[in-house]
């Protein structure tokens, strides 16, 4: 380049040669050793950082958050990542990355996990001098960590992603990446900057999000499929047993009224004859057999939940208690006094048909 020096007086008009050496010497290339005067030519030597220089305190290190997708890494199928177009300004020199780079990352371990990462590498060492984006493996472990990076000397390395490997693995998919761009080890450079989307940067947990919906809501379909599916079983063998019991409750009630007609009519016998001198006892045990048989004709009645209790009580304290056991197949009917004696009891039993077998009454 070509660059004017004034002496106070008069322009001299120099040239330049910037290379990037690690020094910064103005020499008199036509006169070596005298002073510069109009027509000679000078070279000058100047040192990269020292020109980045001028940049300090304007820019802070960091990755410029407008431009591109500020180097946001994407699972592209297989071991592929692209990493994102962007720019950075770190250690006093530019990163400028201005198409998509694709990156295929090393093969998963065949027994253990681990993390890699991709890193914005500055080598600053005079054989290299040069940025470079590239991956960082990590150490196979029952328990991965991240790797650690280099950042001494004239060597930094600042992480654009950490990327799970899971052993045996042969796909990388974005919920494996964690974004480190924007974060205290790679920050946005400061100041001078518009904003960035968050699509770009927050891939992987839209994608952790769009797993774990999918996930949740394929499990909140199954449960409430086996809820309807338990209910109407459970509701199918209820109305099963009530209705059977139904039955049972309708041939016992039959049976009642046709030992009752039977009663009646002997009784009707008896009083035909010249009975007189029983009758008064027989119509007291008529009448506890009628009481066992159909109940009282006022009073209340109580069941209990699983309907095997039926407790009836009289307006004048007497208690008739009847109880179903054996599936229903035995019948036992307590009557006592209102002081609460056993005053009578009657056992009937049916067969597994619903039909009655006996009836045995006995008396205090």
């Not at 330049?16 to 070279?43: F, K, M, W």
């Not at 692209?82 to 250690?91: H, M, R």
């Not at 009481?291 to 407790?311: A, C, H, N, P, R």
């Amino acid at each position: 380049m070509t660059i004017l020096i004034k002496d106070g007086y008069n322009g001299i008009e120099v040239t330049a040669d910037y290379q990037g050496q690690t020094r910064y010497v103005q020499e008199n290339i036509s006169r070596p050793g005298e002073a510069l005067r109009t027509g000679d030519t000078a070279g000058i030597w100047i040192n990269a950082a020292q020109m980045s220089a001028i940049f300090d305190g304007l820019i802070i290190d960091g990755v410029f958050a407008s431009i591109g997708t500020a180097f946001a890494v994407k699972a592209a199928g297989g071991l592929t990542v692209n990493v994102g177009i962007g720019k950075a300004w770190f250690d006093h020199t530019w990163t400028v990355n201005d198409s998509i780079l694709p990156m295929t990352a090393p093969e998963a371990e065949v027994l253990l996990d681990r993390i890699d990462a991709v890193v914005l590498e500055v080598n600053g060492t005079e054989s290299v001098r040069e940025n470079t984006i590239k991956f960082v493996k990590g150490n196979p472990s029952s328990a991965p960590s991240r790797p650690t990076l280099t950042n001494e000397g004239n060597v930094h390395q600042y992480p654009l992603c950490y990327i799970y490997r899971k052993y045996g693995t042969a796909v990388i998919n974005q919920a494996d990446i964690t974004p480190m761009v924007g974060t205290e080890s790679t920050p946005f450079v400061t100041g001078i900057l518009q904003t960035i989307s968050l699509d770009e940067l927050l891939g992987k947990w839209q994608d952790e999000l769009d797993r774990f919906t999918d996930a949740r809501s394929q499990e909140v379909d199954d449960w409430i499929a086996q809820e309807e599916s338990d209910f109407t079983a459970w509701f199918n063998k209820m109305k099963a047993d009530l209705q059977q019991e139904q039955a049972v409750l309708d041939q016992w009630i039959a049976s009642e009224q046709a030992d009752f007609l039977a009663w009646y009519n002997q009784m009707k016998d008896q009083l035909s004859g010249d009975v007189a001198g029983n009758l008064q006892l027989e119509i007291n045990k008529e009448e506890v057999k009628r009481i066992l048989l159909v109940g009282f004709e006022d009073g209340t009645k109580e069941f209990s939940d699983d309907g095997t209790v039926i407790t009836s009580t009289a307006s004048d304290g007497r208690t008739l208690t009847k109880t179903f056991s054996d599936g229903f197949l035995t019948m036992t009917n307590v009557l006592k006094s209102a002081a609460g004696a056993e005053v009578a009891r009657a056992v009937k039993t049916f067969d597994s048909d619903g039909k009655l077998i006996s009836t045995v009454v006995t008396y205090s």
